[in-house]
């Protein structure tokens, strides 16, 4: 089985989801999460969507993934009015459901979905279980050593994809 990558053919989206990663323990953010902001702001710049949606909350340490990456996307030149947080979410799948929330609320019924290459698959599978249209778009990485996985990551996502798989099936998590 494949992970999907998309359900739609448009152009132009309602907006761009950018997937949080945690900030480092000062509250600025990592190279990971920098790659997904600057990758969010270019296609907001491209007119991919009038809006974003930072989605993350505080899970590793004290700071709500989607305030830094808020910030960031700002200090960047996106108008504060063009940024949505989303600062609950724990994991992919309230990533997600809570993005969806935020959109059905407003009307919108479109994404782009940004993340880190690695993490698509999974978002992919997730998305594909929401009624919206999106596609992902993958952040480039802004170090050449965070370019590829290590063994230990690979297989951490490897798990936690295999746990949405079966967990999703029975329970879930998302009531929209």
């Not at 989303?86 to 993340?115: F, K, L, P």
């Amino acid at each position: 089985m494949t992970a999907p990558t998309s359900n739609t053919n448009l152009n132009r989206l309602d907006a761009i989801i950018v997937l949080g990663y945690p900030a480092d323990g000062d509250g600025n953010p990592t190279p990971e999460q920098l790659s997904r902001v600057t990758e969010g702001v270019r296609e907001y710049e491209r007119g991919i969507a009038p809006r974003l949606i930072m989605t993350g909350g505080a899970v590793h340490n004290g700071f709500a993934e989607a305030e830094v990456m808020a910030r960031t996307a700002e200090a960047d030149g996106i108008p504060e009015s063009a940024i949505v947080k989303e600062t609950q979410a724990r994991d992919t799948i309230e990533n997600a459901c809570y993005a969806v929330r935020i959109m059905q609320a407003h009307g919108w019924r479109s994404a782009e979905v940004i993340s880190s290459g690695y993490h698509l698959p999974r978002a992919g599978l997730i998305f594909g279980r929401m009624p919206v249209e999106w596609r992902t778009h993958a952040a480039p990485a802004l170090e050449p050593e965070s370019a590829g996985m290590s063994a230990a990551e690979t297989a951490m996502e490897t798990l936690k994809t295999v746990r949405y798989l079966v967990y999703a099936k029975w329970a879930e998590k998302c009531e929209l």
